[in-house]
């Protein structure tokens, strides 16, 4: 048997304890105050054109770095990185992908009895993308309008030279200049506010083979997943507008 250094036994405990501090926060008391609104105003608020929920579908093959027995959990939240709705049309680009935490069970003792091993897990991101038509059911987009180049002229006069009549002149525009007025606009782009998202999935081990050594008769060791999901996703799609607030409504 070794003897332990009792010192050195309680400085290691006390590296490994837990504080935590904890203070009751006093009431404070607080009292209403009615706002005083605007009556007649123009606001520039974000309007809904249309919600919609669309359905994707993703077929993918994720390779983990080691092989695994058993899937134990697998954790996901939707990502979005494009919803743009292509204008003067219907049409509504939308990619993202899904993050993925896959935990998974390993292999590092087995016997015939049973198996023994590690929680591992690895985080993936699945890609997708989709177009899909929409059907503006709430609001209609505010229209376009185009930037736009008004070229102008000055009439210039010149002589035309002695095979010409003195009296006669070239009369044109002016070759040597260019003069335009250029108008722009900055029309607001619609945007895209997520609702909810739905994921079914259906995960399902490939390349099964059994371990090496002495195992359950059971047991099967795989290092690929194929996994189908279907994406129910509901989204807002939205455009600033200016609406006429008022209170009374004779007009």
């Known amino acids: 048997m070794y003897e332990i250094d009792a010192v050195a036994s309680e400085k290691a405990v006390k590296k490994q304890v837990l504080d935590v501090t904890a203070t009751d926060q006093a009431l404070c008391d ?40 058993e899937i134990k959990r697998i954790g996901k939240r939707l990502k979005v990185i494009q919803c743009r709705l292509l204008q003067n049309t219907n049409k509504l680009f939308i990619k993202g992908f899904v993050r993925k935490n896959i935990e998974y069970s390993t292999r590092k003792f087995s016997n015939h009895e049973g ?30 309008l185009f930037n736009t180049v008004e070229p102008f002229e000055f009439l210039v006069e010149q002589d035309l030279g002695p095979k010409f009549p003195a009296k006669d002149q070239l009369m044109s525009g002016d070759l040597t200049e260019l003069n335009q007025v250029t108008t722009e606009f ?60 008022n209170a009374n409504n004779d007009d």
């Open 115 to 144: 198996v023994c091993g590690n929680i591992s897990h690895c985080t993936v991101d699945v890609p997708w993308s989709c177009v899909t038509a929409v059907d503006f059911n709430v609001g209609t987009p505010a229209p376009v």
């Open 186 to 245: 900055f029309n607001e782009l619609p945007f895209c506010e997520l609702i909810s998202a739905t994921i079914t999935e259906f995960n399902e081990a490939l390349n099964r083979k059994s371990p090496q050594g002495v195992n359950p008769f059971e047991e099967f060791e795989f290092t690929s997943i194929e996994e189908k999901m279907v994406i129910d996703l509901t989204l807002k799609i939205l455009q600033k507008q200016q609406v006429a607030i």
């Open 30 to 69: 607080n009292e209403p105050v009615t706002p005083t609104p605007i009556r007649n105003a123009v606001a520039k608020i974000p309007v809904v054109l249309a919600e919609l929920t669309l359905q994707i579908n993703v077929d993918a093959m994720i390779n983990l770095p080691e092989p695994a027995i």
